[in-house]
């Protein structure tokens, strides 16, 4: 039996196919090592991130400070259940409440959980503070949402391949368009059981779908109007990818969280996940205000893992990152470069249709049918020379480098991408 360190790309590849599910389908390179903006294969190749573990590793792969804060907390304690308190707990939820400005925070471990949370949360403040007759809460989602894998999550996707054979569906959500105002209005005129508007500032895994500039403001005076959750799942386009500390800051060029009306549409619950560990450990989070979360009583929700003390260590270390390495500025100002660089190629190109996104959460959309090989083909050249991306869905390929990246590190990576996309045109 070979070593962990032994082991050739193909020998691990074949090792994963005979021995675990076939629920992914990666591109063909093993990592064994990350640090900061690059990771490394174990034949030692060495290549820059664009994926970022989805917006998890926002901070960069095995940031000193956060793999110091778990050592030191994986040494010392590392789980109670929340049958007894820990002495991080409180500590994490005083530090990201004050962060993001809210008054309570829920502690979960992976994404989907959080969001599962606050659906719960959201079905129980209809009933117990709207009034809504019990059984008959809704949520209105958006097509193309992703919000994770768990069943009721699925039920309100429209992903065939996500969905289909899962069933039965949870019952209770009301699909509208993205992007579409008029379409909420209607939806929240015609029901009046309304619980909350669960949604994406810009749709991630959909091909990082940019609503328009006021999408999220109006979002919100809707809810307030008809006295529904304006529910922000931030999971992915949280913690400073967008060019600001949250997406909904909209284009608030403050550092860290300010609370100006005029640009910030501040949700009633938001849900944080990914990035809010820096990817080196799960942790999310929904939070809330007292009114909102005070639904939830002992007993009434909960997770082993929630809570423990490496993820409130982890976190708060991450979160120290983001504010102390000036994260957000830095996405948004070489988003702007990326995007500006991608669309000079682009005005000469026949390969890539159009660059879209905000702050370094960015995809460009491949000019060919969506059924297609073409984004798979130019991911695996990508990574023959040197970066790492994955199409999203139909002909889409998102990129999304670590937030600690510098410009010179962002031009070198315009040139492979050009360089790449430049051997593909017709
Ligand atoms: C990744 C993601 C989730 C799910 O998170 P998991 O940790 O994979 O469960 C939910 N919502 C959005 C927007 C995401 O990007």
């Known amino acids: 039996m070979t070593t962990l360190d032994q082991v050739t790309s193909q020998e691990a590849i074949a090792l994963e196919d005979k021995h675990g599910a076939h629920n992914y389908h ?10 900061g903006v690059y990771v490394w294969d174990v034949e030692d190749k060495k ?20 793999v110091n804060a778990m050592n030191k907390q994986a040494e010392t304690l590392t789980l109670t259940s929340r ?17 993001f400005k809210f008054d309570k925070l ?25 009034g809504v007759k019990e059984q008959d ?19 309100f996707s429209n992903d065939e391949g996500a969905r289909k054979n899962f069933g039965p569906y ?31 500032p810009i749709q991630g895994e959909a091909g990082v779908y940019t609503p328009s500039d006021d999408f999220m403001k109006q979002a919100k005076a809707l809810c307030n109007e008809h006295n529904v959750l304006f529910i922000a799942d931030e999971i992915q386009t949280g913690i400073a990818r967008t060019g600001a500390l949250l997406a909904v800051c909209g284009n608030c060029t403050c550092e860290g969280h300010c609370e100006r009306q005029e640009t910030y549409s501040r949700p009633d619950i938001l849900i944080l996940g990914k990035a809010l560990s820096g990817g080196a450990y799960p942790v999310s ?11 939830i009583k002992p007993g009434q929700h909960g997770s082993t893992f929630g809570g423990n003390p490496v993820a409130g260590a982890v976190a708060m270390a991450a979160l120290d ?57 130019i991911c695996v050249a990508l990574k023959e020379n040197g970066l790492l991306a994955k199409p999203t869905h139909g002909n889409i390929i998102r990129f999304a480098p670590p937030l600690v990246m510098n410009e010179e590190q962002l031009l070198d990576c315009v040139s492979i991408i050009t360089k790449t996309l430049r051997d593909f045109e017709k």
């Open 106 to 130: 829920l502690p979960m471990n992976t994404g989907a959980e959080a969001v599962e949370t606050a659906i719960k949360i959201a079905r129980k403040w209809a009933y117990e503070k709207k």
């Open 285 to 295: 989070a929904v939070l809330a205000d007292d009114e909102v979360m005070h639904v």
């Open 321 to 377: 990152v983001v504010k102390d390495e000036k994260l957000a500025q830095n996405a948004r100002k070489l988003g702007e470069l990326f995007r500006a660089e991608l669309n000079k190629f682009i005005e000469g190109s026949s390969i890539v249709k159009l660059v879209r996104g905000r702050g370094l959460l960015n995809a460009i959309v491949i000019n060919d049918s969506e059924d297609s090989s073409t984004a798979w083909d």
């Open 137 to 155: 809460a809704q949520i209105i989602v958006c097509e193309n949402n992703f919000h994770g894998r768990t069943t009721t999550i699925i039920s």
């Open 26 to 35: 990666p591109l063909p390179v093993v990592l064994k090592r990350g640090e």
């Open 170 to 200: 949870t019952p209770g959500f009301i699909k509208i368009p993205y992007d579409d105002p008029k379409a909420l209005e209607r939806a929240l005129i015609e029901n009046h059981n309304i619980a909350g508007f669960l949604v994406e």
């Open 83 to 99: 049958a007894f308190h820990n002495n991080v707990l409180g500590q994490y939820e005083a530090y990201a409440t004050e962060y």
């Open 47 to 66: 290549y820059y991130d664009f994926l970022s573990a989805y917006s998890a590793v926002n901070q960069g792969h095995c940031h000193p400070a956060i």
